[in-house]
């Protein structure tokens, strides 16, 4: 009877193992999503400034005195 019990403890702790390894891959993912996103818009607090070209309405770095879209002068652009 000892076997018997060892194997319904042991099939039940390698399904909560199994479980816990699956939700923790699931919380990486999303952690990895979550940088991806930041990363995509500018999330981050060092991130440069950028403005919308007035022509196209791309959003573009504020520096570069001409759109890199349409080509555009930025000159009177808006900041946004």
Request: charged content about 15%.
């Amino acid at each position: 009877m000892g076997h018997a019990y060892v194997a319904v403890v042991g099939g039940a702790v390698g399904r909560a193992a199994i479980l816990l390894a699956i939700c923790a891959l699931v919380l990486v993912a999303i952690v990895l999503q979550f940088g991806q996103v930041r990363a995509l818009y500018g999330g981050s607090e060092t991130a440069e400034e950028r403005i919308n070209c007035p022509s196209c309405g791309s959003r573009v770095p504020a520096e570069p005195d001409a759109c890199e879209y349409c080509g555009e002068s930025l000159e009177g652009g808006a900041e946004g």
